[in-house]
């Protein structure tokens, strides 16, 4: 009986093992800028703060959320997010604004010892649809001022 004990216990370790080998692994994805194209003339600098950033609670999560059909969508726990939607909208939107203004100060937030930045931009993601790996399909609403 003394020996059953620890051949049961290697059994069950590498029963356990065994699962875990198993499972599928996670993908990840990033968002990234537009390709360059070209560049607007430079004119007088100009300040742009990018931010905030408002997502709807369906797709604001780690796990990539696929829509299929008008009402019913997929989430995938193994297709997500490399770093929270939330950072990442306004980081190419600062990437595609920078390369696009050519002469301006974009930034997410305000540097310090600057004056306050000419303009503000807030979006309002109204939706977010996903090809993993191929394309994210975004409606949002901007404001400027």
Not at 45 to 58: D, F, H, N, W
């Amino acid at each position: 009986m003394k020996r059953l004990a620890p051949c049961l216990a290697v059994a069950l370790t590498l029963a356990a093992f065994a699962g875990c080998a198993g499972s599928p692994k996670a993908d990840f994805y990033t968002l990234s800028a537009e390709a360059p194209r070209e560049q607007a003339s430079g004119g007088a600098p100009v300040s742009v703060v990018v931010g905030p950033v408002i997502m709807p609670e369906l797709v604001d999560r780690p796990q990539i959320v696929f829509r299929d059909g008008t009402n019913h969508v997929n989430i995938d726990e193994f297709a997500r997010w490399a770093e929270p939607l939330k950072s990442q909208i306004p980081r190419v939107v600062v990437a595609d604004l920078t390369r696009l203004l050519n002469n301006a100060r974009v930034s997410t937030s305000p540097a310090v010892g600057e004056p306050p930045a000419a303009w503000r931009v807030r979006l309002d993601v109204q939706s977010f649809d996903v090809s993993p790996g191929d394309a994210a399909t975004v409606d949002v609403l901007w404001s400027v001022w």
